[in-house]
């Protein structure tokens, strides 16, 4: 399977759950669904904020 079919699925998707990856965070940001709800780490990496690279209307978990 092609990255870029994993990428159009996963952002294909009505909603996403994502983990702390470039990959993961760009198929949910590519999500054009305008109800998406992200669910995203709470904590990126361990030492860094990462308020500033996770949009508002996603839920830190």
């Known amino acids: ?3 870029w079919q994993d990428m ?3 952002s294909s998707c009505n ?3 994502i ?3 470039t990959f993961s965070w ?3 940001f ?4 305008d109800n998406k709800i992200v669910i995203a780490p709470k904590r990126w990496w361990y030492y ?3 308020d500033d690279v996770v949009p508002e209307e996603w839920i830190r978990m």
Do not use: C, K, Q, V
């Open 48 to 50: 860094f904020e990462t």
């Open 19 to 21: 983990a702390n990856s």
């Open 1 to 3: 399977n092609d990255s």
């Open 30 to 33: 590519l999500n054009s669904h």
């Open 8 to 10: 159009f699925l996963m």
């Open 15 to 17: 909603h996403n759950i």
């Open 26 to 28: 760009w198929s949910a």
